[in-house]
């Protein structure tokens, strides 16, 4: 506190009331008790009451039990103080900064409430006696309680102060302050806080050496763990490299018997190639010239292109087949005019099939394009072509475009426009660019190094020639032009397919003009043209087909005038590998169904018989070479 014990002393506030009579007055329940017997001069009534002196001497007798009350408090106080900082700097913990956080918080209380206590000590200079004095004082006494104040200031010891302040000041003049009752409440809650901090503070050091106990247990039970799992992880660690050994010593075993597998299976291939192939199912067809596959929403689809019946009429069912119970079976009929091919393709989410019509009467006749609806097929435009051979579908820069082989028109001319269509972006195929062909039945798509090509196949002139060239065409940004001319013989079929990075076109050569038994050649990307690569032995050929199976690439031909001949890539050329019997075969498609490698063959005709033939499903398993 800022006053010293002087200015305390000489302060009339303090100075009580003469000494009466001595009046016991019980303290009520909420009474605060100090630890020890109080000054005879004070006694309390409650927390709200200060009863009057005994003391008959002088009003400043009152100061001296209200001092030393201060005294006591402000004295355990700093005892309090200085345990717990004694506490907490003779033995440190983690909770050092908290407890000194706590310490001077109440350090910052007790310095307030001095500065409250000067404030009600000032205040209690001019405040009156509620009981006994009114606004309208006597000024005599006025003046006497003036003088008297003068000096008890000048007083130097507490015995004088009480003999000046008994000798001039009547017994009501003076009476303590009400705020500086409950000050003196607040400082005894403040001792009870304190009290109770410091055996709270007590109790947590107490509680430190078993805390730390229990810590350091916890401690060495966990290190001991870590030390079992480290030994642990050194045994895992050391089964591991075991097992690896193991399993190193398994492959080695395996891949021997891979080998030796390989080596009957090479034989056995040798020896027995249909092994490789197995028939699976049979199919009515009437002069079968292509088959399709595709797949819509994991559903499996296979459509056939009849050609005509035996009787020599072309407007003939050619049926839509779906694969329902491990087989494929009769979905959707559609009316065709010597159909030769059909082509499936997507523009975004939608699925069309065009069939090329190729003649009734006549050949200039519509070729359609359907639109699925969900369920089934329905004509989606009608696009008028001349003796229609095939189709195909590509695209350029995101546009869609169909290319239409056109063979022959009804004067019989083969020198004719071919017609490349471009989809509207919106719901038709429109004329793009004309393209003159020599009796055109095929049109392969194909792109090399960011380069877009269209390779036609022409069979002939119309006037018994046979040896043509066959072109290819490449994209310039706004249209197609010349840029290969190729030699082929009654070319029917052109296949594009790639080999690792290697591009590839194979080209069937069909018929010279006096016999089918002529090669049909295999031709590889150099990089800057399509060169010579490989020639096959065909007997009419009319398709080509390429598929990759248990990690080999196969070449299968359809062979018009004899079987037809699966040949399997070695890493440079195409081997033979397996003889498949056909019947006058127009065309082979190969697909996929549950991992399975499927081959349709298209049968036109028991030679020379019948036009109503079964064409066949295989299962191809090829071989482990």
């Known amino acids: 506190m800022n006053s010293d014990s002087t200015s305390m002393y000489s302060n009339p506030a303090f100075v009580g009331h003469p000494r009466e009579t001595n009046v016991d007055l019980p303290l009520d329940d909420n009474a605060y008790v100090l630890d020890g017997p109080l000054p005879q001069e004070v006694q309390f009534r409650s927390r709200q009451e200060f009863s009057y002196v005994k003391d008959t001497n002088t009003k400043a007798g009152a100061l001296v039990p209200i001092v030393a009350i201060l005294a006591l408090v402000l004295s355990i106080v700093a005892l309090g103080i200085a345990g717990s900082r004694c506490t907490m700097s003779c033995e440190k913990s983690s909770d050092d900064t908290d407890i000194q956080k706590i310490l001077d918080e109440f350090s910052n209380r007790l310095e307030a409430f001095d500065s409250r206590l000067d404030g009600l000590l000032v205040e209690a200079q001019v405040t009156p006696n509620p009981q006994t004095h009114t606004s309208t004082q006597n000024p005599q006494t006025q003046t006497s309680r003036e003088a008297s104040l003068t000096t008890l200031s000048s007083t130097s010891t507490f015995t004088e102060a009480r003999t000046s302040a008994t000798a001039t000041l009547s017994p009501k003049s003076l009476f303590p302050s009400q705020d500086l009752l409950n000050y003196t409440d607040d400082l005894l809650d403040l001792q009870a806080k304190i009290r109770y901090l410091n055996n709270s503070l007590q109790d947590i050091y107490n509680s430190f050496p078993a805390s730390l106990i229990i810590i350091d247990a916890h401690l060495k039970e966990t290190m001991a763990f870590l030390v079992t799992v480290n030994k642990s992880v050194a045994a895992l660690d050391t089964s591991y490299s075991l097992l690896q050994s193991n399993v190193d010593g398994f492959n080695i075993t395996i891949s021997a018997l891979q080998s030796s597998v390989t080596k009957v299976s090479t034989r056995l291939c040798q020896i027995t190639p ?172 194909f792109e090399v190094d960011g380069m877009h090509f269209i390779m036609a196949a022409n069979y002939q002139d119309g006037n018994g020639t046979f040896h043509l060239n066959s072109t290819l065409y490449q994209w310039n940004g706004t249209s197609f032009h010349k840029y290969q001319e190729i030699s082929t013989v009654g070319a029917r079929d052109c296949k594009h397919f790639t080999i690792g990075d290697d591009h590839y076109l194979a080209i069937a050569n069909n018929y010279d003009g006096e016999n089918h038994t002529i090669d049909s050649v295999l031709y590889k990307w150099n990089g800057t043209y399509l060169e010579k690569h490989q020639s096959f032995p065909t007997e009419g050929a009319n398709t080509f087909e390429f598929f990759e199976s248990n990690e080999h690439a196969y070449l299968v031909v359809a062979n018009f005038h004899s079987s037809s001949q699966v040949y399997q890539w070695n890493g440079t050329f195409f081997d033979e590998f397996q003889t498949i019997e056909s019947s006058v075969a127009k065309d082979w498609r190969h697909f996929v169904i549950d991992s399975i490698d499927y081959l349709a063959v298209a049968n036109y005709e028991e030679y020379q018989v019948s036009r109503h033939t079964n064409s066949s499903i295989y299962q191809f398993f090829g071989c482990q070479t």
Request: hydrophobic share 35%; aromatic share 16%.
């Open 274 to 445: 249909e092994m490789s192939t197995t028939p699976y199912q049979q199919i009515p067809t009437t002069g079968a010239s292509a088959w399709e596959s595709f797949t819509i929403d994991g559903a499996h689809f296979l459509i056939v292109a009849n050609f005509r019946n035996s009787t020599g009429l072309y407007e003939i069912d050619s049926p839509l087949y779906k694969w329902v119970d491990n087989s494929f079976q009769v979905y959707q009929p559609f009316d065709t005019k010597g159909a030769l091919d059909w082509e499936h393709f997507k523009i975004k989410e939608k699925h069309f099939l065009i069939v090329a019509n190729s003649r009734t009467n006549n050949h200039e006749i519509d070729s359609i394009l359907y639109l699925w609806d969900g369920t089934i097929f329905r004509v989606h435009q009608r696009i008028p072509t001349q003796g229609a051979n095939s189709w195909k579908h590509f695209l350029i820069d995101g546009e869609d475009f169909l290319v239409v082989a056109n063979y022959r028109n009804n004067n019989g001319d083969r020198i004719i426009d071919s017609h490349i269509f471009r989809w509207d972006g919106v719901n038709l195929f429109d004329v793009y660019q004309n393209i003159t062909t020599v009796g055109a039945t095929d049109w392969e798509y």
